[in-house]
């Protein structure tokens, strides 16, 4: 069959070659798409996103004036780094009754190095090699290991990889702008070794992360997970995520965004690995 030239000559919006309908057309379409469709949209976004920098940034953040935690992309659409620092409170009460307390500052690098993750036995371990720099006021510590948060979905990477189940949903407005939401479901890691130390028991998000982690009551509690990403129309530029459970009646867990994330993007923003600190090629 012989193909037209304006077909063959056609760009979509991404970049990519297509005879179908752009990117930006299928993005806005009035119906579900197609697991080709989506791929099409995030394979997009992928490419507007490469080499951006912002903030992920929640609703508690902006009450606090908390700017958030900073990112980078890389120049294949990857996430490559995240920033985020907070500060410890502690105090010590002595028998006489007189009281000291003290604030500390802590600073946390994330590197997504992109590179497959290696046991320090020499065994190939799933997942990348993801390098962990903290500050807690007295110099840099590094540690490596496979995944950003032992028990939680890494915010927007997991999109941006482009190996998630995807179904797209309805559009929305994301403030004066129109975004299709794409939502994929999350399973909890099978390697639970390094989530353990996140766990206890209770409902609650974990303090020390910004609410990032949240802790699971027993194995039939657990509540069934979603994340969603939301794609702007016109930008096709990622502008919000969010990890979601699934409503369920039998077990009394009702359906609610464990944890939303407004993406804002500011090239001010730099993120590089500390000087002076080695990082490890290797997971313990």
């Known amino acids: 069959m012989e193909v037209p030239v304006a077909c063959v000559l056609a760009v979509s919006a991404a970049g990519a070659q297509s005879c179908g309908p752009s990117v930006r057309d299928l993005v806005k379409a009035a119906r579900p798409l197609t697991p080709g469709e989506d791929a ?116 927007l990477d997991d999109f941006l990889a482009g190996d998630l189940r995807v179904d797209s949903g309805e559009l929305q407005m994301i403030g004066a702008r129109s975004a299709r939401v794409f939502v994929a479901p999350w399973t909890t890691p099978t390697n639970t070794a390094q989530a353990s130390a996140n766990t206890v028991q209770g409902p609650e998000y974990r303090s020390d992360d910004g609410g990032r982690t949240w802790t699971k009551t027993s194995s039939a509690n657990t509540p069934r997970l979603t994340q969603s990403l939301w794609v702007d129309t016109e930008s096709l530029l990622p502008v919000r995520w969010a990890v979601m459970s699934v409503a369920d009646p039998e077990h009394g867990v009702p359906a609610k965004p464990y944890n939303v994330l407004s993406i804002r993007y500011d090239d001010a923003s730099d993120i590089q690995p500390p000087p002076g600190a080695t990082p490890p090629d290797c997971v313990p």
């Open 40 to 155: 099409r949209v995030l394979s997009a976004s992928r490419i507007a996103i490469a080499g951006k920098r912002g903030r992920l940034t929640s609703a508690a953040d902006d009450a606090a004036g908390r700017p958030g935690t900073e990112f980078a992309i890389s120049s294949n659409g990857r996430l490559q780094f995240l920033r985020s620092s907070g500060g410890i409170q502690g105090g010590l009460v002595v028998a006489d009754g007189t009281s000291t307390t003290w604030t500390r500052e802590v600073i946390t690098i994330t590197h997504l190095t992109g590179l497959p993750a290696q046991g320090c036995d020499g065994t190939p371990r799933a997942g990348q090699l993801v390098v962990q720099y903290r500050n807690e006021g007295d110099g840099w510590f590094a540690m490596a290991r496979t995944r950003v948060y032992a028990a939680s979905p890494t915010p």
